[in-house]
């Protein structure tokens, strides 16, 4: 995993997540009012959720292994 809800709880479902995300991970959940994490296999693990979200609900974990690009010659 890359991004968790880690305070779901506090989350107000104020979108901040759904518009900063450049990778479009998020979607808000219209029942519950609260972000939910729709394609996390798309995180880059930028963290401009946690940045932008204004109740610190977000959480980027180090836990997502990039494989490295390898060029040969």
Known sequence: MAVRI??????TGC??????????????DKEKKKTKI?????CQVCSMCTIYCP????????????QPTTAYM
């Open 6 to 11: 880690a305070k779901y709880e506090l989350c």
């Open 15 to 28: 979108g901040s997540c759904v518009n900063t995300c450049p990778c479009d991970v998020f979607r808000l």
């Open 38 to 42: 729709e394609y996390i296999e798309d």
């Open 55 to 66: 109740l610190g609900v977000l959480e980027v974990t180090p836990e997502k292994i990039i």
